[in-house]
C-alpha cells in the first residue's frame, strides 16, 4: 500500500492529509484567525502560526486515518506559489519528517492541486477537460490534458476574481475574509438590482481592476447621496457584484470550451465554493451539454487532502526530489 502524508502552508492555513491508494482517509485544517484583526493575512504572522500548528495538526492527521509514521510511504508537501514564510515552514517539516523516516519527498505545485483535487471522489473528469481555477490570487482557465500536463489557455491580465471579491468586502465594511460574506448577502438580494460593467478584453483573459474601481467609485458617489445606502442596500449590492464577476467568469469559460470543443468543465480554487458561482455553472452546464465537476466545500479551499492526492500520482510515476529542494513564492503551473 502507498501511504501519502500531504502538507499544505502556502498561505493561512495549516493542512496535513493522509492518503492510501488515491483514498483520502484524513484531512486536517488548522486556520488562523489572528488575520481577521488586519483585515487581510499577515505573512510573519501566518508563518509564525504554521510553526505553531504543523506538528498538532500533522500529530492529529496520522491519528484520524489510523496510520503510524513510520506506514508513511513518501511525503508531499506544497513548493509553491504561496507567502515564502509560510512555504518554508511546511517545506522544512516534510523535508525533515522524509529524512528521519528515509522515504522520498514530493513537491507538488499549489495550482495543479487544486486541479486534481477532483480526483479524490467520484465521479472523475475525463483528459482532455476544461478547469476554471479561482482564488485570492489566481484566476485561470487551464485545459488540463493529463495528471501534470496542463496548459493555461486564459488569465487575468491583472487582478484575480477573489481579490474582486475580497476588495468589495473591504469598501462595504465586511470583516475579514469578506468573500464569503459578500455570497450569503448575495442570496437575501436582487442580482440585476445594480449593473456594472463587464471589461471587454480579447481572447480568453480576465480583468477585474476596471471593475473594481467601478464598484469603488459606484459606492463612493452613493454615499455622499446617502450615508445609510450601504446598510440600507447591502445585500443588493453584494448580489450585482457577484452577479457580474460570475457572468465575467462563466462567458470565458463558455468561450474556451467551444473553442477547444470540450464537454468535462470543472471548478477549483477557493472561489469555487462561492455558491452564485456553482449554481451558474451548473445552469450554464445544462444549457450547453457539458459535464461539469465541483469539487466538495472542503477540497475548495486551501486543504493537504488535493497535495497528498497530487503526490500520490507523483509517486506512481516515481517523481521525487531531494533534501535541496526550496519554495518557491512564484511558481509556473
Known amino acids: 500500500m502507498s501511504i501519502i502524508l ?50 498538532p495538526v ?11 509514521k513510520n506506514e508513511v510511504s513518501a511525503v508531499a508537501f506544497t513548493r509553491g506559489p504561496g507567502l515564502l514564510g509560510s512555504l518554508l515552514v511546511g517545506t522544512a517539516f516534510a523535508k525533515a519528517f522524509a529524512l528521519a523516516g528515509g522515504i522520498p519527498l514530493i513537491e507538488v505545485n499549489h495550482m495543479q492541486a487544486h486541479i486534481l483535487a477532483h480526483f479524490i471522489d467520484d465521479p472523475k473528469p475525463v483528459f482532455p477537460f476544461l478547469c476554471l481555477t479561482v482564488s485570492g490570487g489566481h484566476t485561470q482557465i487551464v485545459l488540463v490534458k493529463d495528471y501534470f500536463d496542463m496548459e493555461i489557455v486564459g488569465e ?30 448575495a442570496k437575501q438580494g436582487d442580482p440585476m438590482a445594480f449593473r456594472f460593467p463587464e471589461p471587454q478584453i480579447p481572447g480568453l483573459n480576465f480583468s ?34 457577484q452577479h457580474r464577476i460570475v457572468t465575467i467568469l462563466l462567458n470565458k469559460l463558455k468561450k474556451a470550451a467551444k473553442q477547444y470543443n470540450v464537454r468535462d468543465v470543472a471548478i477549483a480554487g477557493g472561489v469555487s465554493a462561492n455558491s452564485g458561482l456553482r449554481n451558474a455553472l451548473t445552469a450554464m452546464a445544462d444549457q450547453e ?37 526550496a519554495p518557491l513564492a512564484r511558481m509556473i503551473l
Open 6 to 55: 500531504g502538507i499544505e502552508s502556502s498561505c493561512d492555513e495549516t493542512s496535513a492529509a493522509i492518503c492510501a491508494d488515491g483514498d483520502i482517509l484524513s484531512n486536517l485544517i488548522a486556520n488562523q484567525l489572528v488575520h481577521q484583526n488586519y483585515g487581510g493575512v499577515v505573512p510573519e504572522l501566518a508563518s509564525r502560526a504554521h510553526q505553531q500548528n504543523i506538528i
Open 58 to 68: 500533522v500529530r492529529e492527521a496520522l491519528s484520524v486515518a489510523k496510520v503510524h
Open 156 to 185: 487575468t491580465t491583472d487582478d484575480a476574481a477573489g481579490e474582486a471579491f475580497d476588495k468589495t468586502a473591504k469598501l462595504l465594511n465586511l470583516p475579514y475574509p469578506g468573500g464569503p460574506l459578500i455570497d450569503r448577502y
Open 208 to 241: 477585474f481592476s476596471g471593475l473594481k474601481t467601478s464598484i469603488l467609485y459606484f459606492i463612493r458617489d452613493h454615499q455622499q447621496k446617502d450615508p445609510d445606502f450601504i446598510a440600507q442596500h447591502l445585500a443588493d449590492i453584494c448580489a450585482s457584484v
Open 289 to 325: 451539454g457539458w459535464n461539469v465537476f465541483i469539487p466538495k466545500f472542503e477540497y475548495c479551499t486551501d486543504n493537504a487532502a488535493m497535495i497528498a492526492i497530487a503526490g500520490y500520482h507523483k509517486f506512481l510515476k516515481q517523481e521525487f526530489v531531494g533534501q535541496d529542494v
